[in-house]
């Protein structure tokens, strides 16, 4: 087999390697944003959902943006105002 045809052979595996591996660290910049703005963890759906967006182009900012204009964040930050 000539190095071209390992190149082929390696590289499917590569690149799945790295999707993983960049998978989990969108994972865990996503989780963040969560803990951060919601005091909570995030569900599977969710990350699942931020995730994809990050991998599709969806910038940190527009996700963030998401999540501090939820109704969530809204009763979050209304109860803390009151305390």
Request: some cysteine; aromatic content about 6%.
């Amino acid at each position: 087999m000539t190095a071209g045809g390992w190149i082929c052979l390696i590289s499917p595996l590569v690149a799945t390697i790295l999707i993983l591996l960049g998978g989990t660290r969108l994972t865990r910049r996503a989780a963040g944003w969560y803990q951060q703005f919601l005091r909570r963890p995030a569900t599977t759906a969710e990350l699942n959902n931020n995730v994809a967006a990050l991998q599709r182009g969806t910038t940190d900012q527009q996700l963030i943006a998401n999540i501090i204009g939820s109704p969530e964040y809204e009763q979050l930050a209304i109860k803390n105002a009151t305390s």
